[in-house]
């Protein structure tokens, strides 16, 4: 493939810049016009393999499934908007109780919004309601959405945050990123330095343990640059929050809906949540978020939270399609996963063997980060490395996004093409090489 900014691609970005906001726009020239399958299509023509689903709402192939697209349609033709928190209505409750089968035992109830930040904020107004307590902890590198609330847990970049303070009443500790250890220890001969901070100075001199309601963790750090924890990690979380009477929430946003092989990505780690959160794939490429809770912690009173579109009837028909999809094909979904993920790893693992300038791979399932650097001694952040990769990508048909400072996200769809993904791994690895013999 060449690429080349043609006229009407160039008008479309100048019109952008001109009428919109300054949002996360990256700096390849993608002016989307449909999708399908394993494939982007931009407004000239030219086709793209996906390796951003985007951002991880397409677990299962871009523009959905065909019967999540029918469903849609269907439920369209009868009523698009329902008022879900002030009318009844049977869709929403179709989707929450199939929904709930995914679940351990004992989680009963679902809260419906719009989006990633929306459910996290509900976490946060749940939690606190539930346990009659103010202060929460969050990690260093998380995300957790862009409002007030969520805004106050996420601490990822300081882009985000700043100029919109004071926040909420949030403290933040390490995360455990073993590849850059803020301890400058080595896993596992650490013994787990970054439990021990957190016992030792938040909960110690910042944050009284009995004034502190919830633990907000990503099982897999998505922005903070696809980070995996080891399991002793989230294991020692949920055993603090245990000890101190505290909630274990967790932020399944971009890690769940079976990106990581999983249903629930924090099953990975042998650990249950006492709330989860859910959005971006669980739409199926409408607005959606999803809170859930263990149904001991109890009910809110009337009128305590609620919105006008969450539990929208069009997004719930076609939520439950694809999840219905998902249940019927579980076997065949779960091996799909680990066969794709095997050919991912062994590729990503060759080229960082083969290139200077990649530093770690790491991920599970499908979810799956490449940190670049300037060389692998020193593991400065290769940044501008980074961002000159995914730009050759993109000029090579391959759409791809950053995460963290210096990494890159490789998220596919989870039924894609074996032929499909080699080539879009074939693409990656020749952007690495062009930039690895230039650096």
Not at 39 to 54: A, K, L, V
Not at 372 to 383: A, E, L, Q, R
Not at 419 to 437: F, N, Q, W, Y
Request: include cysteine; hydrophobic fraction near 40%; charge should be positive.
């Amino acid at each position: 493939m060449v690429f080349k900014v043609d006229g009407r691609i160039k008008r479309a970005i100048e019109r952008d810049k001109r009428f919109m906001i300054t949002t996360t726009k990256e700096d390849f020239p993608l002016v989307v016009q449909r999708a399908s399958g394993d494939y982007i299509y931009d407004i000239s023509g030219n086709r793209f393999i996906d390796f951003s689903t985007f951002i991880s709402v397409y677990n299962f192939g871009d523009n959905s499934k065909k019967e999540v697209r029918d469903a849609i349609r269907k439920q369209m033709e009868l009523l698009m908007h329902n008022a879900f928190t002030d009318y009844y209505s049977e869709g929403p409750v179709n989707f929450a109780e199939n929904l709930l089968k995914m679940f351990p035992k004992g989680f009963g109830k679902v809260f419906f919004s719009n989006s990633g930040t929306e459910a996290n904020e509900a976490a946060l107004k749940f939690s606190r309601i539930f346990t009659k307590r103010k202060y929460v902890l969050a990690f260093y590198g998380g995300f957790h959405g862009r409002t007030y609330g969520s805004l106050s847990m996420t601490a990822s970049k300081a882009v985000q945050r700043e100029g919109t303070g004071p926040f909420g009443p949030v403290v933040h500790a390490p995360y455990a990123y073993c590849y850059r250890c803020p301890f400058k220890q080595e896993y596992p001969s650490c013994g787990m330095a970054c439990l021990d901070y957190i016992k030792k100075y938040p909960l110690a001199k910042e944050i009284p343990p009995n004034e502190t309601a919830a633990i907000f963790v990503e099982p897999v750090q998505g922005e903070g640059g696809y980070v995996v924890p080891p399991k002793e990690f989230i294991k020692g979380l949920r055993e603090i929050a245990d000890d101190n009477g505290m909630l274990l929430v967790d932020d399944e946003v971009q890690a769940g809906y079976m990106r990581t092989g999983r249903f629930l990505a924090l099953d990975n780690f042998g650990v249950k949540a006492d709330i989860y959160t859910f959005a971006k794939s669980i739409g199926a490429g409408l607005p959606m978020g999803v809170t859930v809770t263990r149904s001991a912690l109890g009910d809110l009173k009337h009128g305590a939270h609620a919105n006008t579109f969450g539990g929208n009837a069009t997004v719930a028909a076609g939520a439950d399609a694809l999840l219905g999809y998902v249940r019927e094909n579980m076997h065949r979904i779960e091996s799909g996963i680990k066969e794709r993920s095997g050919i991912m790893m062994k590729r990503l693992d060759a080229m960082k063997e083969r290139y200077e300038i990649v530093g770690d791979v790491r991920g599970i399932g499908m979810m799956i980060g490449i940190e670049i650097v300037k060389d692998k001694k020193s593991k400065t952040p290769g940044i501008e490395e980074r961002d000159r990769i995914i730009k050759e990508a993109f000029e090579g048909g391959l759409v791809l996004l950053p995460a963290g400072e210096c990494s890159i996200r490789i998220i596919p769809q989870l039924e894609i093409d074996k032929k499909v993904l080699e080539k879009g791994l074939d693409i990656l690895e020749e952007a690495i090489r062009k930039v690895s013999s230039n650096a």
